[in-house]
């Protein structure tokens, strides 16, 4: 069964200067690893896949599900993907307490209640936040923060998870630790991952199925294959 | 004593100033969402025009929501045949002039608010299932609503401040239109200085206090939106 399907092509143009992305690959893996220098085009593939961003043609399926489809008009909106996204810079709300920030996605409606479900604090229990739950986003170290975003996004219940450059934000000390706890956190939620780097340490440490992006393209893994194992 | 003449303007000013601004921010918050962050020439081209109420002449401003609101103008006369309504000379009329003259501030103060908003944090609210009408009530404006609220304030003390094209459209008629910029100007005229006087000093405490409550509400602001 294939996972996720992507076959996308899409030109960005900034001042003067012109970005052709041209990405296909496809996986069945729990762990995909996007590997690749800056500039690559990791993210736009990630907010592509996510909805936020429209490729010029192509194609993108998750589980057999069309999300994209430029031959067939098909675009289904950010919002009916059921994709989560971890940020970068996490994205947190912060107006809105970590309970609240978790519970985001839980309850439709114009207002930001204060209710929070079982569900949610188990989440918030599970990622060690429980001490932290009326605390505000900016209270909190980068690597709470990490893990409120990842309970955010898996609050949500999403077929699948994104992650753009987890531990970019950390210091190199948390990260070996982060790894870990985002890696089971993942599998206990048994959520498959899309998660992008440049680091080739979290390459290593994820396992998982490798596309390397170099320049907007899809390159055959070529560095330290023995590197990445499946785990 | 002559203070208590100042009441009626005053109450009337009041009056008209907060529907103007009630109004004038419902549209510039409405019209700010829909231009978007992205600037583009075209929108802001349209803000440009939107703007003019701004920098026309309050007398130009006047004739043209004569011209629109009048007897005969498109709109006064639909309003005046279907309906039997007419504004002109009204202090509903002095409303919609106030409104007018206020709303580009509304307007530019919102799209400055809504475009300083992270837009990463509206994607993120996407992702999570919201939807645009959810991401903006739960994301956009809570980020926002200080940007909001100083336009609002200033359009409040425009409103207030409204003398050119509340003449043209509602005239100055003591106890019906005639609010306190207007009542202030009809007694210097008529060579009352006591009446002026005391018009002129519930303005200044009035600007006084409103200025006091601003402050108050955008205490934690950063910057205010000055056009």
């Known amino acids: ?231 | 004593m002559m203070l208590s003449e100042a009441i009626v303007p005053l109450l009337l000013t009041l009056k008209v100033a907060t529907l103007a601004t009630v109004f004038a921010s419902i549209v510039g918050i409405a019209v700010a969402k829909f231009l978007g962050r992205r600037r583009t020439f075209a929108r802001d081209v349209v803000e440009s025009l939107l703007t003019l109420p701004l920098v026309l002449p309050p007398t130009v401003l006047g004739y043209y929501l004569l011209v629109v609101l009048g007897h005969n103008g498109f709109f006064g006369a639909w309003l005046m045949r279907d309906f039997g309504i007419s504004l002109i000379f009204t202090w509903q009329g002095a409303v919609i002039a106030a409104a007018v003259a206020a709303f580009p501030l509304t307007l530019r103060a919102a799209r400055a608010a809504f475009s300083d908003v992270d837009a990463q944090l509206e994607n993120a609210a996407r992702t999570l299932g919201a939807s645009e009408s959810e991401v903006f009530f739960r994301v956009t404006f809570p980020l926002a609503w200080r940007g909001v609220l100083a336009g609002a304030l200033l359009a409040f003390a425009r409103a207030m401040g409204e003398f050119g094209a509340t003449l043209m459209v509602a005239g100055s008629l003591p106890g019906r239109t005639q609010t306190l910029s207007l009542a202030i100007y009809d007694a210097v005229m008529a060579g009352d200085d006591a009446r002026a006087n005391a018009l002129v000093i519930v303005s200044l405490v009035t600007a006084v206090v409103v200025l006091l409550i601003a402050a108050r509400l955008l205490q934690r602001t950063q910057r205010m939106t000055l056009t």
């Open chain 1, 1 to 231: 069964m294939t996972r996720i399907a992507v076959a996308i092509d899409k030109r960005i143009r900034a001042d003067r200067r012109e970005f052709q992305l041209s990405i296909q690959f496809e996986s069945d893996a729990d762990v995909t690893v996007m590997y690749g220098p800056s500039g690559a085009g990791k993210t736009l593939t990630l907010q592509a896949i996510a909805g936020l961003l429209r490729p010029d043609s192509g194609h993108i399926a998750l589980n057999e599900r069309t999300l994209f489809d430029s031959a067939k008009s098909i675009d289904v909106p950010a919002r009916k993907r059921d994709i989560g996204f971890v940020f970068q810079e996490y994205a947190l709300f912060p107006h809105l307490t970590v309970l609240q920030n978790v519970a985001f996605g839980r309850r439709r409606g114009w207002w930001n209640r204060n209710a929070i479900d079982e569900e949610v604090r188990a989440i918030v229990a599970r990622m060690h936040l429980e001490r932290f739950g009326d605390a505000f986003p900016l209270e909190l170290s980068g690597g709470q923060q990490q893990r409120v975003a990842l309970a955010r996004a898996l609050a949500c219940k999403p077929h699948l998870l994104l992650l753009d450059e987890p531990f970019s934000a950390l210091d190199t000390e948390l990260r070996g630790q982060l790894r870990t706890e985002l890696i089971q956190a993942a599998r206990d939620a048994a959520i498959p991952m899309l998660v992008i780097t440049h680091d080739s340490d979290d390459v290593a440490a994820f396992g998982g199925k490798l596309v390397n992006v170099e320049n907007g393209r899809v390159i055959p893994p070529n560095i330290g294959a023995t590197h990445f194992q499946t785990t």
